[in-house]
T-cell receptor, first 116, second 113 residues
Framework: EAGVTQFPSHSVIEKGQTVTLRCDPI?????LYWYRRVMGKEIKFLLH????????ESGMPNNRFLAERTGGTYSTLKVQPAELEDSGVYFC??????????????FGPGTRLTVT | AQSVTQPDIHITVSEGASLELRCNYS??????LFWYVQSPGQGLQLLLK????DTLVQGIKGFEAEFKRSQSSFNLRKPSVHWSDAAEYFC???????????WGAGTKLIIKP
């Protein structure tokens, strides 16, 4: 079974530009999560999809961030316009539909975003 | 508010020596506790988790962790480390009805030959 994949692995953009990160979860996983780790800090929850619906987006920093999961498969996270403080590693995770803490979250390798 | 503290940013251990990584949490209810590892270029991998029951939890790669409610701790241990254990280790607590993970800042493990 293929794991969670994320694209791109690295992205360097200038302040004010737009960047779109993509996450492909494990096939059949209804739950999809986005997390972010700013350099040297702890990983922070951004949002949670169940299929195509946003279950919880309480961790999204502001309205420059837009996440979508059309069709309940892959997800995109767009940052527009990017600011310097958006730099960090963005992780995606997915888990099976039975959810709860029995549903282990499987993580992708992350996308390292650098805003200059 | 829920929080997780990993007091050691870096730890250096000789190959073959024992290891203990510290984790303290703050959570109002019975916690769900996790340890993840991130090797260079890899995603986060679950090492072990504690939900209830036996407070000593066995995980993959020879790791174990002990839940101590009185100390609000969930320290990770391994009796003898291998060079391949060099990685960053994260402690996390499960919180909220939507199964968010609250993370510690991570501990980087360096193995001396």
């Amino acid at each position: 079974e293929a794991g969670v994949t994320q694209f791109p692995s690295h992205s360097v953009i200038e302040k004010g530009q737009t960047v779109t990160l993509r996450c492909d979860p494990i096939s059949g996983h209804d739950n999809l999560y986005w997390y972010r780790r700013v350099m040297g800090k702890e990983i922070k929850f951004l949002l949670h999809f169940v299929k195509e619906s946003k279950q919880d987006e309480s961790g999204m920093p502001n309205n420059r961030f837009l996440a979508e999961r059309t069709g309940g498969t892959y997800s995109t996270l767009k940052v527009q316009p990017a600011e310097l403080e958006d730099s960090g590693v963005y992780f995606c995770a997915s888990s099976r539909g039975q959810g709860g803490w029995l549903g282990e979250q499987y993580f992708g390798p992350g996308t390292r975003l650098t805003v200059t | 508010a829920q929080s997780v503290t990993q007091p050691d940013i870096h730890i250096t251990v000789s190959e073959g020596a024992s290891l203990e990584l510290r984790c303290n949490y703050s959570y109002g209810a019975t916690p769900y506790l996790f340890w993840y590892v991130q090797s260079p270029g890899q995603g986060l991998q679950l090492l072990l988790k504690y939900f209830s029951g036996d407070t000593l939890v066995q995980g993959i790669k020879g790791f174990e962790a002990e839940f101590k409610r009185s100390q609000s701790s969930f320290n990770l241990r391994k009796p003898s480390v291998h060079w391949s254990d060099a990685a960053e280790y994260f402690c996390a607590v499960g919180a909220g009805s939507n199964y968010q993970l609250i993370w510690g800042a991570g501990t980087k493990l360096i193995i001396k030959p």
